[in-house]
């Protein structure tokens, strides 16, 4: 099949490309065409602008993984309006694509997060729950709801829309658990605060398995949380991931200095949510790493 991958050169993105290369034509969306072929690979069809397109008559599937990323830098009001136009304006961009095309893409599989259903304390929640007006309020949420409403307006007879929810990836090279791995690894690291918030997390390699699985379903359309189907508290993570470094976790991150160092960002640490994956799980999709000890001993004993 011929698939248009919008941030082929992410995280996520980079390890999709090369589960997907031997199988599909691909072609990659990046401002920087000429490093992304470079890390990608010569293979490759490479746009910089989706405004080079006038159509997708030819593309099979879009995977819309793109955007500006929400933990990188304190969230100024020029920052979250880069994190906002980064995925908003692109994912309208790939609407009036399809909607201009007379053989439009069968599928578009188009990233979200679990920031959607904002800070939810003990509560179990899955793809069924609607955020309250607090909840709402909060800009992860806002963020979320309106790049899922621009890839609802992909939706037709013609295009499938599957809206991935996705938590925190565990990987090796990249995301949250890179960072944090040089404090627990000398043996500073602990809980954040009280350590009750939710951490609903997923194994990098289950998260490549799951777009692999939606590209090969048919009958999945409408929103799926990416997230291991046993989220852990933030203290249960830290107590975890240290004893899988045979380290101590001791030393908890009082919540007032992260408010001070991160601002209003503070929030992706200091609240979450417990999702679970119940319609993922539903469409017949096994996970590879369900526990997040299985998931950090698989990952930490490459390191």
Not at 116 to 126: E, H, M, R
Not at 149 to 162: E, G, L, M
């Amino acid at each position: 099949m011929n698939i248009l991958i919008t941030g082929a050169t992410g995280f996520i993105g980079t390890q999709l490309v090369h589960a997907l290369e031997q199988e599909h034509t691909l072609t990659l969306l990046s401002r920087h065409p000429g490093k992304a072929a470079q890390k990608l690979g010569m293979s490759h069809t490479y746009l910089k602008e989706l405004s080079s397109l006038e159509h997708l008559n030819d593309i099979d599937i879009v995977i819309n993984l793109a955007g500006e990323a929400i933990a990188n830098k304190r969230w100024s009001h020029e920052q979250k309006d880069r994190i906002c136009h980064s995925r908003w304006q692109l994912t309208q961009e790939i609407a009036t694509l399809i909607k201009k095309s007379a053989t439009p893409p069968h599928k578009l599989i188009n990233a979200s997060a679990i920031g959607f259903y904002g800070s939810q304390a003990q509560t179990a929640l899955d793809e069924d729950f609607i955020p309250q007006k607090d909840s709402a309020d909060e800009f992860p949420h806002i963020v979320c709801k309106e790049w899922e409403k621009s890839a609802n307006n992909c939706r037709s007879i013609q295009t499938q829309v599957i809206i991935l929810r996705i938590g925190l990836v565990l990987g090796n090279h990249g995301g949250a658990l890179s960072k944090m791995l040089p404090a627990f690894k000398l043996g500073l690291g602990g809980s954040i605060g009280e350590g009750r918030q939710g951490v609903s997390w997923i194994h990098q390699t289950d998260l490549i398995n799951l777009i692999i699985f939606m590209i090969k379903q048919t009958h999945c359309q409408g929103v799926f949380n990416a997230t291991a189907p046993h989220p852990v508290s933030q203290s249960e993570f830290a107590k975890i991931l240290a004893h899988t470094l045979k380290k101590p976790a001791i030393l908890p991150m009082p919540t007032f200095i992260l408010k001070m160092a991160l601002g209003e960002m503070s929030q992706l640490l200091t609240q979450g949510q417990f999702v679970l994956p119940t319609r993922t799980l539903t469409s017949g999709f096994q996970f590879q790493y369900p526990y997040l000890n299985e998931a950090l001993h698989q990952l930490l004993q490459q390191t």
